[in-house]
């Protein structure tokens, strides 16, 4: 239904293009401008609006008003300073969210997924989302469909799996149907786009999906969304029956009532955490991107902290993308004499209408004339490990790897391809077939020759993986490779237990798989659908996996690992698989990218704890009071200075600082353990004090004062604890919040609402704050020793 006033769109009727003219101008125009463009139905980054209504019209946010409003209701306007820190946070959130779309639109704009489109009777190739329905794309292998098509020239074998699941390739003929999302194995053909954007199949199962589940959140940003949500529901109430008890039970003025239960309130509320682990990860992403490193979501950071199993390929990232032909060693010089093989050879490269680098190397090293025109042929495949040319009177010929091709007969020449396997040599057979060219081999075969060749070993390969050895991270090299050349290779580049390999052509069932994946480092001959599996037996074995790639055989593992590693260079398919691209192509980032992937987790789980020790201190402290019917011993404007001194200035710190300790166990557990000391201490000196003014009837007035003077002090402490092992910054840190915190405290004290403090409180406020580090120290000493009688009688402590 067109909008009211608004001009109605002329429907523009499906058009069957010519394959070799495409569409015109015009014709792309009026589809255009009728809607019919594959747009994506997802953009990749929020717009400005919703960056600022998000940032703005929270939960916290709202509550934060509401509470604001009761301070203001009752004139005591210095307790609302509480609201200017809010305020700052959230516009600090705004313009660092507004700052990483900028930055991130802009790659996006230049790693977008292109298309070859036939339009005019020229190729263009342009970004997917300006293709429009009825558009003619060319296809080949490594490219991903992008819309809803049907074969109108060609073959084509597509594999579905990242659609339907299944991992088979199936091959499309003219008039055959395409499905977005799947991807082009092999062949090479023209299809017209039939479904675009979200008419699309990928595109109805995107939204679909969307509506029960939203962006992939890492465990840590659920534990906090967990945490925040629990949190939310509980303050209301709790802050309710809080006020009763101060008006109905203590018979507090409304004044002292309303300061007290926000600042109670405000108490118990992790208003910064969500903000610094959101700005954390944001500046992580910025970082990444200086590295030429693009992160698909932001989850991606902690998977990457948390890898402690790296699956690598072994063209690409340990040698070099490019190959050269090293020699070319006849089996049968009689029969097949070299000239004649290097001829068959040069006409096999010229049917190939490939680019892969091992087709680009056999073309510069065979360069000569063809002389056969090729009646069909058989592209290679990852799946088969073959391809074939039909060369008419010079026969069929095949090439591909000796023990697929050979079969029974590899014994024969078993002893001369593995002792060039075992210099570190990629070895295909050339043989001569004498029955039809099919899927598979078919009739006698003669072997005429193997062709040698080689990668260069990436210069900075065995750095990388001492890195990873140090840092203790597992390398599996995962390779359709002959598993002797793989580990030739794989040792040169210094992978530990190179020489544990195993030929996955031996694997038989998923059982076999799932043994050899923790017992092999190894691994020849993998076809696509076992790469995946292998992924998937190590992430059973409760493994954090990282998968790189480039090649559209990586596709499924990519997607199936925890975090996929795609090079820039490789397929559109492989890119859009992954959930981190190496811009650069480059591996030796690697060590960086996960560097800052563990620099962020760590780091936001250190200033957690700053925010948790409050949180959980005034919800003990809270309930104590309810129990025991004591005044609420806070008021917002004071609670301001330990949160911005004490939490604010130095969890910002902390989060930037460099931290490459791998990260493993539960995000929450592990913070609150580590901010249970300060907690406890927190309760135990300021319900002290408490007990202490009840008891020996002292005045009152003072204890807001006390109080958060005692809760600075244990923040100072927490802080110190955080900070260690020191570093200049850490010390600069430590120092600057020392000073601030005991400077505001003694001079701007009327500024926060805070009473002034006689002889008497001034004696009870240092008795408290002397006593806080032998407890904190005692808390500490009593937690380590149930860990370790966890430890004991468990066998573990999952923190």
Known sequence: MAKK??????????????????????????????????????????????????????????????????????????????????????????????????????????????????????????????????????????????????????????????????????????????????????????????????????????????????????????????????????????????????????????????????????????????????????????????????????????????????????????????????????????AFPEPAVRQVLADYVYAMSGDNETLLAMRRSFAGSPKHKAASVLPFSSERKFGGADLGEEGVWLLGAPEILLKLNYADYKEAVEAWAEKGCRVLLLARQDGPLGETPAGRLRPAALVLLSNKLRREAADTFRYFREQGVTVKVISGDNPVTVAEVARRAGIPDADKFVDAQTLANDAAIQAAALQYTVFGRVKPDQKRKLVQALKAAGHTVAMTGDGVNDVLALKTADCGIAMASGSDAACQAANIVLLNSDFSNMPHVVDEGRRVINNIGRSAALYLTKNIFFFALSLTTLIVTLPAPFNPAGLSIVNALTIGLPSFVLAMEPNKERVSGRFLPKVIVRAL???????????????????????????????????????????????????????????????????????????????????????????????????????????????????????????
Request: charged share 20%.
């Open 5 to 334: 006033g608004a001009p109605e769109k002329t429907p523009v009727p499906a058009a069957e293009a010519d394959p070799n003219r495409g569409l015109t101008e015009e014709e792309v125009r009026l589809r255009a401008e009728a809607g019919l463009g594959n747009k994506a139905v997802e953009a990749g980054t929020r717009t400005v609006g919703k960056i600022i209504l998000s940032n703005v019209f929270t939960y916290f946010n709202l509550l934060f008003l509401l509470l604001g409003l009761c301070v203001a209701s009752v004139r005591s306007w210095n307790d609302l300073v509480f609201l200017g820190v809010i305020t700052v946070n959230t516009l600090i959130g705004i313009i660092q969210e507004l700052r990483s779309k900028r930055t991130l639109d802009k790659l996006r704009i230049l790693t977008a997924p292109k298309a070859r489109a036939i339009r005019g009777g020229q190729t263009v190739t342009l970004p997917t989302e300006e293709l429009v329905r009825d558009d003619i794309v060319a296809l080949a292998a490594g490219d991903q469909v992008s819309a809803d098509g049907v074969v109108v020239l060609g073959s084509l074998r597509v594999n579905e799996a990242l659609i339907t699941g299944e991992a088979d390739e199936v091959v499309k003929n003219p008039g055959d149907s395409l499905l977005s999302g799947s991807f082009v194995v092999g062949g090479e053909g023209r299809a017209r786009l039939t479904a675009v954007g979200a008419d699309s199949f990928a595109a109805r199962l995107t939204l679909e999906a969307g509506k029960n589940a939203g962006p992939r959140q890492s465990e840590m940003m659920r534990s906090l969304s967990r945490l925040v949500k629990v949190i939310g529901f509980i303050v209301v109430p709790f802050g309710a029956v809080l006020y009763c008890k101060e008006v109905l039970w203590l018979g507090r003025d409304a004044v002292s009532a309303v300061t007290g239960t926000v600042a109670a309130v405000i108490g118990m509320i992790p208003e910064g955490l969500y903000l610094l682990t959101s700005l954390a990860l944001m500046a992580g992403v910025l970082r990444l991107v200086k590295k030429k490193t693009l992160l698909h979501d932001m989850a991606s950071i902690e998977t990457l902290a948390r890898v402690d199993v790296l699956c690598v390929d072994k063209t690409g990232t340990i040698t070099e993308n490019k190959m050269t032909v090293e020699d070319l060693w006849l089996l049968h010089p009689d």
């Open 677 to 799: 000391p300060a907690a406890l201490t927190d309760f135990v000196v300021v319900l002290g004090m408490l007990l202490f003014y009840d008891a020996v009837g002292l005045p009152g007035d003072a204890v807001r004062s006390v109080a958060t003077g005692l809760m600075g002090v244990v923040g100072i402490l927490m802080v110190d604890r955080c900070s260690r092992p020191y570093t200049l910054i850490r010390k600069i840190l430590l120092a600057v919040v020392v000073v601030a915190f005991v400077g505001a405290f003694l001079i701007l004290k009327p500024y926060f609402a805070l009473p002034p403090m006689g002889k008497g409180d001034t004696a009870v406020l240092i008795v408290f704050a002397l006593l806080a580090k032998p407890v904190m120290d005692l808390w500490s000493r009593a937690l380590d020793a149930l860990r370790s009688r966890v430890l004991k009688f468990r066998g573990e402590w999952d923190i």
